[in-house]
């Protein structure tokens, strides 16, 4: 799979795209079709939307960028607030010189990307939130784990949490290789800024055509948490994916391809 490297803020960011690569300072052609741009979730990376980017590499172009600190990207810590992450995303747009496009994000690329709905509507076609909220559920005490495996009092800790029960081990599996690839410092921080995240005020903002996706088995942003973001969102549409959880862009990949395919057709 294609992938770059572009600085932004002095950040050599890693993204996978789609299309035919090009020299180490141009960016590639993205040209073709609708031009999608994913955002992974918490102490997640770009590798996670492997599946999205090659289904929508055959007809359209696609960008899915490692936030800085994650997977491929430069520097040990993450942004501190999603507020941040999104003013990043908007440059990272800028470096690349992207049309407007189809923004996709998942739980806190969710929150990231309602935000740039928000404040920057004259960058995006459409909007895909999956497993997003407008306030995450973040527990303390899962927190506490997260910050002893930090202090190395703890080994990384990988659970079932975010997957169906219906979900295979090779998919949590590849879950799991995909985590390991953010340090445990950045999931934290990731995490501290989504505790801080409320988007009550930003919903009625959105004017972008939006598509609320949520896995019936979401234990971390429950279907309610969906309905929530669908009611406050003008027009918003929303899809619940059977057998599918907190990664349902990973468990129901096909399924998932297909609404965001269908959505995007259908936009002006």
């Given at each position: 799979?294609?992938?770059?490297?572009?600085?932004?803020?002095?950040?050599?960011?890693?993204?996978?795209h789609?299309?035919?690569?090009?020299?180490?300072?141009?960016?590639?052609?993205?040209?073709?079709?609708?031009?999608?741009?994913?955002?992974?979730?918490?102490?997640?990376?770009?590798?996670?939307?492997?599946?999205?980017?090659?289904?929508?590499?055959?007809?359209?172009?696609?960008?899915?960028?490692?936030?800085?600190?994650?997977?491929?990207?430069?520097?040990?810590?993450?942004?501190?607030?999603?507020?941040?992450?999104?003013?990043?995303?908007?440059?990272?747009?800028?470096?690349?010189?992207?049309?407007?496009?189809?923004?996709?994000?998942?739980?806190?690329?969710?929150?990231?990307?309602?935000?740039?709905?928000?404040?920057?509507?004259?960058?995006?076609?459409?909007?895909?939130?999956?497993?997003?909220?407008?306030?995450?559920?973040?527990?303390?005490?899962?927190?506490?784990?997260?910050?002893?495996?930090?202090?190395?009092?703890?080994?990384?800790?990988?659970?079932?949490?975010?997957?169906?029960?219906?979900?295979?081990?090779?998919?949590?599996?590849?879950?799991?290789?995909?985590?390991?690839?953010?340090?445990?410092?950045?999931?934290?921080?990731?995490?501290?800024?989504?505790?801080?995240?409320?988007?009550?005020?930003?919903?009625?903002?959105?004017?972008?055509?939006?598509?609320?996706?949520?896995?019936?088995?979401?234990?971390?942003?429950?279907?309610?948490?969906?309905?929530?973001?669908?009611?406050?969102?003008?027009?918003?549409?929303?899809?619940?994916?059977?057998?599918?959880?907190?990664?349902?862009?990973?468990?129901?990949?096909?399924?998932?391809n297909?609404?965001?395919?269908?959505?995007a057709?259908?936009?002006?």
């Amino acid at each position: 799979m294609p992938a770059k490297y572009v600085t932004v803020d002095g950040t050599a960011v890693h993204y996978l795209h789609s299309g035919p690569t090009t020299l180490p300072d141009v960016p590639p052609a993205l040209d073709r079709g609708r031009l999608f741009v994913l955002v992974h979730a918490a102490g997640s990376n770009a590798g996670m939307w492997r599946r999205q980017v090659e289904a929508a590499a055959v007809d359209d172009s696609v960008v899915a960028l490692d936030l800085p600190g994650h997977g491929r990207s430069s520097g040990v810590e993450g942004l501190p607030t999603l507020d941040a992450c999104a003013e990043f995303v908007v440059r990272f747009a800028a470096a690349l010189r992207l049309r407007r496009f189809v923004l996709v994000g998942r739980s806190m690329g969710a929150a990231i990307a309602m935000t740039i709905a928000a404040r920057r509507p004259e960058l995006l076609q459409g909007l895909v939130l999956a497993g997003g909220a407008v306030r995450f559920p973040i527990r303390d005490e899962n927190l506490a784990v997260l910050r002893d495996v930090v202090r190395g009092r703890l080994p990384q800790q990988f659970s079932t949490e975010t997957f169906s029960p219906a979900t295979g081990m090779d998919l949590m599996r590849e879950a799991w290789t995909e985590q390991v690839k953010t340090d445990p410092r950045v999931r934290l921080t990731d995490l501290l800024a989504c505790q801080g995240f409320d988007g009550r005020e930003l919903l009625g903002r959105i004017r972008t055509p939006t598509l609320v996706v949520a896995g019936a088995d979401d234990q971390v942003t429950p279907v309610a948490l969906a309905e929530e973001l669908a009611r406050g969102i003008r027009e918003a549409r929303l899809e619940v994916i059977p057998a599918a959880g907190h990664q349902a862009p990973l468990e129901q990949a096909d399924r998932f391809n297909r609404l965001v395919a269908v959505f995007a057709a259908a936009l002006p």
